[in-house]
């Protein structure tokens, strides 16, 4: 009973934030609406069960959120400045981007610091494990958020 009733909560919540975010309400639109939060639902009520899923411990948490704004503000930045150079010289690299792991401070909770890092333009976490997150960025450089999770440079 208690996950029926957790997927149907998350499937009211899913549906109604698609209808908020179209632009005309109609049956078609509320037919795909309600398939999407069904699978929006399931995935939110198996994610939440799966072993181990916790948001993890809070250290870092207030310098984390206060580096986020200037990071997102930073990336998108950099973002544009790359999808510009592309346009003017298609043949040429533009980004020295890639993969490369990221130590977080003793305390700091896996989940919601991948998240966080995943918000912003500049990068995204692919792994965590053992207090590491392996993150894809831009370019390379550490940014203030990856600084302020791990307590320093990269």
Known sequence: MRTAVELL???????LL?????????ALEIAVGG???TLGALGAATT???PGATPGG?????????AFPATLLLDTGRLAVL????LRHPRRPTADGGFHTVRLSPGTGPAWAGALLSAAPGGYAV???DGELTVHTLDGS?????RALTGGPR
């Open 35 to 37: 398939g999407l939060a």
């Open 9 to 15: 909560l998350w499937w009211g919540l899913l549906l």
């Open 48 to 50: 939440r069960r799966a």
């Open 142 to 146: 550490a940014s203030a958020l990856q």
């Open 83 to 86: 999808v510009l150079r592309t």
């Open 127 to 129: 792994e965590a494990r």
């Open 58 to 66: 809070r250290a870092g948490w207030a310098r984390a959120w206060w």
């Open 18 to 26: 698609y209808v908020v975010l179209i632009s005309s309400v109609t």
